[in-house]
């Protein structure tokens, strides 16, 4: 991706130390983030309330929307890299997120039969969309505004990340508590009035970019094409687009199988490439890298059931009176993010000094690491639901428990998760690595849609969640156990001793910490 310092004869302005566009990213980010997780926090309750869909299908549709969104920014990505540059994307994708997410207080008169239904598609199909031009491109801005030797550029992501945690969690917070007590429109009215902030930060703080994230060749987009500017018929085919999305997240086992034959013509091409033509150091470092892809699937399977099965079970089975309060479920969906916050500075410090006493786990370590405790925390609520007795509510401190063992799962595995990429990526894969490693966070919220209908098929009893969260987390524990064991041989494969800069072929953006439950852009480095 396009990245690095371009001096661009502007004088810089500071706040704290930092250019002062870190903090106009950082604001538009915080709005963004609060509209998304603001508008999720309710999704999976809108399906099964207002439009009466089962559990199953309600799971299946949210499956389908979050796997969507978890690849558009693949697409998004190249278009900027290629086209558009970062600031014009971000900006488009603003655009097309703010009408989404205002679409969606568009409720109707609710049920499968009411006409506003198509409205409710269409919302979902801008924010898709939307997200694809936005995510895939504001992180890289904040990389563009150091050169990649200035020590201000990890904590600016460290600030950075503050903003996309902080939004996410007062997003939970307010839309949720909006949603659930007044009314559907209130909750995703409060998402777009988020949106809509964001929007208009990063339009007014455009100066203090200070020409960071531009096209790469603006004599190109202002070239006609078919009597229309380039520029413009990028944006048409974007919006033709949504038209696309939103036929195919009413169809959503297509999604599954386009994902499936998609993923595997690509694993099988990256497998081919790494065995036909590259070194053999190489060849095993690709190997490694598939082996982390793949584990990466189960895990985010399994975490995304935070914003499907594990919120309607925080709604219909947990005793959520908290100082006498009965806190609607969907703000439970804000512990995540408030954890990272928390948990985030206290893990980076323990790998540096487990580092420097050579007793940092390796990647592939912190993989199994993450997997256990990911399994450990459906088995704690499991056994939690089983303490309280059939028939009674599970007391809420399971609930902020499993989210306590997910987050430091969550820890363990995504920081490291594109670094390892970039890191064992030829300079030439690089982006071909980087779009398997989304592809299959794309794949995994999509099973994450059905493993959590599995816990609603029809005639289920509410006993089904825990008895299909018994599995999942035992399978977690003991796949994560099977992948220590194996973290020397793949630590072997990923050849560390030989690893060499000489090509500089790090992402803008890579050390970006990571924000709750977004599989896929968690990104940061490893103290060897």
């Known amino acids: 991706m396009a990245s690095g310092f371009m001096p661009t004869g502007k004088e810089e302005s500071s706040f704290l130390g930092h250019p002062t566009g870190l903090f106009v990213l950082f604001f538009a980010e915080m709005w963004e983030r609060f509209s998304y997780y603001g508008m999720r926090a309710l999704l999976i309750f809108y399906l099964v309330q207002h439009w009466m869909y089962s559990d199953e299908q309600a799971s299946v549709i949210y499956g389908a929307y979050t796997a969507l969104v978890y690849i558009t920014p693949v697409i998004g990505g190249y278009l900027a890299d290629r086209y558009l540059g970062q600031r014009k994307a971000v900006l488009f994708g603003a655009v097309i997120l703010t009408c989404g997410h205002f679409l969606m207080a568009f409720e109707g008169e609710g049920g499968q039969g009411s006409a506003a239904i198509n409205i409710f598609w269409l919302a979902l199909s801008f924010i898709i969309v ?32 503050m903003g996309i945690n902080l939004g996410a969690a007062l997003g939970a917070i307010v839309a949720g508590y909006l949603g659930q007590t007044y009314g559907w429109s209130y909750g995703f009215g409060a998402a777009g009035f988020g949106m809509l902030l964001g929007l208009v930060v990063f339009m007014w703080g455009k100066p203090c970019l200070l020409g960071r994230g531009e096209a790469p060749d603006p004599a190109r987009l202002a070239a006609p094409v078919a009597g229309i500017r380039f520029e413009w018929l990028l944006y048409i085919l974007s919006l033709v687009s949504i038209g696309v999305v939103w036929w195919l997240i009413q169809h959503q086992a297509l999604v599954g199988s386009l994902l499936g034959v998609a993923g595997a013509i ?9 065995v036909a033509k590259l070194p053999a150091q190489d060849r095993d470092r690709i190997f490694a890298a598939m082996f982390l892809i793949f584990g990466s699937i189960l895990f985010w399977a399994l975490f995304e059931q935070a914003g499907s099965s594990l919120n309607l079970y925080t709604h219909r089975q947990t005793d959520r009176t908290i100082l006498g309060i009965d806190v609607p479920a969907s703000v439970f969906q804000s512990i995540n993010a408030i954890y990272i916050v928390i948990l985030g500075p206290i893990f980076a410090v323990m790998w540096t000094v487990l580092g420097k006493r050579g007793l940092e786990p390796s990647t592939p370590a912190k993989f199994g690491l993450g997997l256990i405790q990911l399994g450990a925390g459906f ?28 987050t430091t799962g969550e820890l363990c595995l995504s920081p490291v998760g594109l670094s390892a990429m970039n890191r064992l990526a030829p300079a ?28 609603g098929a029809e005639g289920a009893g509410p006993e089904r969640v825990t008895e299909v969260y018994n599995v999942v987390g035992w399978f977690g524990v003991a796949v994560g156990v099977g992948v220590v064991v194996i973290s020397p041989l793949i630590k072997k494969l990923m050849h560390l001793d030989t690893l060499r800069d000489d090509v500089d072929h790090t992402m803008a953006g890579e050390q970006e910490i990571g924000e709750p439950a977004a599989a896929g852009v968690h990104t940061g480095g490893e103290t060897r």
């Open 130 to 161: 939307g997200s694809g031009f936005l995510k895939a491109n504001i992180s890289v801005i904040v990389g563009q505004l150091y050169s990649r030797t200035d020590v201000r550029r990890d904590p600016a992501y460290t600030i950075f990340y």
């Open 266 to 274: 690509l694993v099988f091409y990256v497998l081919y490439t790494a």
């Open 379 to 406: 088995l704690v609520l499991v056994w939690g639901a089983a303490a309280a007795g059939p028939g009674s509510l599970t007391p809420v401190v399971f609930i902020f428990l499993i989210y306590l063992l997910h």
């Open 428 to 455: 030439h894969m690089a982006s071909l690595i980087m779009g398997t490693w989304f592809f299959a966070s794309a794949t995994g919220n999509f099973s994450a849609g059905l493993i959590a209908a599995a816990t």
